[in-house]
């Protein structure tokens, strides 16, 4: 592709140079040139037809600027004998034709030298851009390079149009200033608007630019937010010529397509001032009736946009847009200014090219040798009137943007006359020659800072390091080391994050850590919760089986108060765990761990109990054996009692000396912190876990060594194949909980607990549940003496009664 400069020749064959220039009438009009780049004047670029369409409605921005001139040149308290000047051109909506009238602006003498000024006389003071996005950067990209002293020249370039926060940054472009809010705040308006009405259900057109393409994404992002659906996105092209019809057919059918969705109501746009006449031109062409698309649906426009049609489709039904909304620029009421337009009729003055293709194509008539006459119409007759024209083609109240010019051009014309005035210290301009503004600068008129460094600053997330060899103001920027940031512009060292915060991945700001630790949220410890709970149900109903069965011979036979509290002090072991699940606080973190020790040394003191009185009292069934007298439920009473109180002794000790408490772990991962229970003194926790391991190794020794007893009585084999799963279970439980950390070591306790409290209750209720529930035949005084008297020797009776006494 060919630079844009290189087709100024080719341009020129399709674009009428149509401008509007008005010199000043006294020496000072080589100083000062305000020139307006009039953006979309004309629709668009046509290659194979003659005719060309004017947006009407556009022509208020030039009379608008017109008229503020016009007013200062007749203020004589501003710029007194200083009469100003203006350069209007069109950009045909095209990056050449913009190039080009911007370098006219530049070199007024048509000898185009970049950087020499080959025009004398005439000074370019400043420039207002075009309504779009694209035409003023167009233009900010040529006179952005002259704000530079040796030029000898103030360019400053300012636009009315409305433009996305990515469009411009004023590091880029210092010289351009916006006389419109930032979009942005259109958006959040918009976002009310549809949570007014409740419109949950929204179609997004969109022109395809960045521009465009910003605004999808900002409003995306809005609509998740306050809980509104995007029902479509469509991309509407920025400019298409009539010559590629097969193209607009296309675009046109996707436009109908939703339009005519029956489900889609309600419509926002944003684009530029062609992107209505899109939907304007799409309704025509596929429903011209209006039977299917448009009636009743709720149209939203951005300020950018503004509703109109060109002269060549003004008579076309505009019912399809009825109900557009449109969100608009500020406006004020400027006396005059309907007066002024009044005024204008023919014959107007002759240096405003942009007055004839007006006028012949609002009222349909021919002007007077005028080359662009339209054919097959008749002669103008003078007396039409500005205010019969409809206000889709032209109106009469000041329009936001036109208000955005006026205010434009004061704003300029205040810089320049408090410039002056500092220069001729409080004096009259009459005092001064021409010759003493020739030198007057940039800066007395734009805020550009000048740079001067040994390299540019270091930028967030990176910090100074020292160069070697050079002096201190060169430097390089590095990356933050791991675990630091740096926030600020140019930073010497980069600083750590907060304890609760770590860097993002840009390390030029803190994120927050997550808190972790084992909810019921999760599947984790959801998990365990359920298994604890139907762990605790299987044993309520265990022990509703055993107290039903009360008065049975197997019940009394394994010692039934015994059992009792075997297994409500089993039914605690499993409820424990849900004070190791859940945000850990001061008291669940205080008594989860003794209540854990106290319920399991219970149980294990039953155990033992009940592994005890079974090997004795066969002992005591011996002719002349002294232990008869100590055989009995007291025993069993005694060793229960007496080893749960040494495990509560211990836990006593624990508490009043080191409790435990909850603690924030730091430091663990970069991007969490462990809300965990600190145990206070783990020498006090090992001790309990160590008491707990003498008892069960007690009971697995009286087990194994009563492992031959009779089968009647004897539990002493289910004992011991429950502490040898008990004792395996909290081997194993001491090297993983020393391992892990957080909500896994909490996972392995929980677990630990689960696991050995299950072995005790498979091993030595279940087959007693068995039995009673399953197999009652055998439940009963004959089978018992059957059975016993095969092992026993006929010693029966006197072991029921010492066992049972």
């Known amino acids: ?316 039904d505009r019912q399809g847009l009825d109900g557009a909304i449109f969100f608009t620029i500020h406006s004020k009421y400027i006396p005059g200014f309907k007066e002024f337009l009044n005024f204008i009729k023919p014959p107007w003055i002759q240096e405003d090219g942009f007055f004839p293709l007006f006028w012949e194509q609002v009222f349909d008539c021919s002007l007077p040798a005028h080359t662009l006459t339209l054919p097959d119409s008749e002669t103008c007759t003078g007396n039409e009137r500005m205010k019969d024209i409809p206000g889709a083609l032209f109106e009469l109240e000041l329009s936001g943007h036109s208000y955005s010019i006026y205010n434009a051009v004061y704003v300029l014309i205040e810089a320049l006359h408090a410039v002056s005035l500092l220069r001729s210290n409080h004096k009259h301009f009459l005092r001064h020659k021409l010759s003493e503004y020739e030198d007057l600068q940039p800066w007395q008129v734009i805020c550009v800072i000048p740079v001067s460094l040994c390299n540019d600053y270091c930028h967030p997330g990176y910090q100074k390091r020292k160069n070697e060899g050079k002096k201190f103001c060169c430097y390089d920027c590095v990356p933050c080391p791991k675990g630091k940031i740096s926030k600020e512009m140019d930073m010497v060292a980069c600083v750590q994050c907060p304890e609760d915060q770590y860097p993002n991945q840009e390390k030029n700001g803190c994120l927050l850590k997550r808190i972790n630790f084992l909810s019921y949220e999760e599947p984790l410890g959801y998990s365990l919760a359920c298994l604890a709970a139907f762990f605790s149900l299987i044993t309520i109903w265990m022990l509703g089986t055993f107290i039903k069965h009360k008065d049975s011979l197997i019940v009394k036979a394994n010692n039934r108060d015994l059992t009792y509290i075997l297994l409500i002090s089993l039914l605690f072991c499993f409820l424990c765990p849900l004070l190791f699940i859940g945000k850990p606080g001061r008291v669940t973190c205080l008594f989860r761990q003794p209540a854990f020790g106290l319920t399991f040394s219970l149980s294990i003191s039953c155990v033992l109990a009940k592994t005890i009185l079974v090997s004795l009292a066969f002992k005591a069934t011996k002719p002349g054996s002294r232990m008869r007298a100590w055989v009995g439920k007291r025993l069993a009473v005694s060793i229960v009692i007496l080893c749960s109180l040494l495990q509560a002794n211990i836990c006593i000790v624990w508490l009043s000396t080191s409790p435990p408490f909850p603690e924030l772990d730091m430091h663990p991962t970069t991007e969490e912190i462990i809300l965990q229970c600190n145990e206070g003194s783990v020498v006090m926790f090992y001790c309990v876990l160590s008491y707990m391991a003498l008892l069960s190794f007690g009971s697995f020794i009286v087990a194994f060594q009563a492992r031959k007893l009779p089968d009647t009585f004897n539990e002493a ?69 059957r059975r016993f008297s095969h092992t026993s020797h006929g010693n029966c009776g006197s072991i029921t009664q010492i066992y049972y006494r």
Request: aromatic share 14%; charged share 15%; glycine share 4%.
């Open 1 to 316: 592709h060919r630079h844009p400069l290189a087709q100024n020749a080719e341009s020129q064959k399709h674009f009428p140079l149509v401008q509007f220039s008005r010199d000043s009438n006294s020496v000072e009009i080589a100083v000062f040139q305000l020139c307006l780049n009039v953006d979309q004047s004309t629709s668009m670029r046509p290659i194979h037809y003659p005719v060309f369409s004017v947006l009407t409605k556009f022509y208020q921005h030039v009379l608008s600027l017109v008229f503020a001139v016009k007013e200062i040149n007749e203020n004589p308290k501003i710029l007194p004998n200083i009469t100003l000047g203006f350069h209007i051109h069109d950009s045909y909506y095209n990056a050449v034709m913009t190039y080009r009238t911007t370098l006219e602006l530049l070199f007024r003498s048509r000898k185009f030298v970049p950087n020499y000024k080959c025009d004398t006389r005439k000074k370019l003071f400043s420039v207002i851009g075009g309504l779009s996005s694209e035409t003023s950067l167009y233009i900010a990209d040529f006179i952005q390079f002259y704000k530079i002293p040796q030029v000898g020249s103030m360019r400053t370039e300012l636009t009315y149009g409305s433009f996305a926060p990515k469009d411009i940054h004023s590091a880029e472009i210092p010289t351009y200033y916006s006389m419109v809010p930032n979009e942005s705040s259109q958006y959040i308006g918009m976002i009310r608007l549809l949570q007014h009405f409740g419109w949950r259900w929204v179609g997004l057109f969109a022109i395809d630019n960045r521009h465009g393409e910003y605004f999808l994404q900002t409003m995306e992002s809005l609509f998740s937010q306050h809980g509104i659906c995007s029902a479509c996105t469509q991309r509407i092209p920025y400019l298409t010529h009539w010559d590629n019809l097969s193209e607009m057919f296309h675009i046109g059918s996707n436009i109908y397509k939703h339009i005519a969705d029956e489900k889609i109501n309600t419509f926002i746009i944003c684009g530029e001032t062609l992107t209505i006449a899109w939907i304007i031109n799409t309704i025509f062409m596929f429903d011209p009736r209006h039977e299917h698309s448009s009636l009743g649906k709720v149209w939203i426009m951005t300020a950018q946009m503004d509703y109109l049609l060109t002269g060549m489709n003004k008579k076309w």
């Open 717 to 785: 084999k289910f004992i011991t194949f429950s502490m040898l799963a008990f004792c395996s279970v909290w081997v194993s439980f001491v090297p993983t909980y020393l391992s892990t950390r957080g909500k896994a070591m909490v996972a392995v306790e929980i677990f630990s607990i689960l696991c050995s409290s299950s072995a005790l209750l498979g091993c030595i209720i279940f087959p007693k549940c068995y039995i009673m529930v399953l197999r009652p035949e055998l439940n009963n005084r004959e089978q018992l003496i």
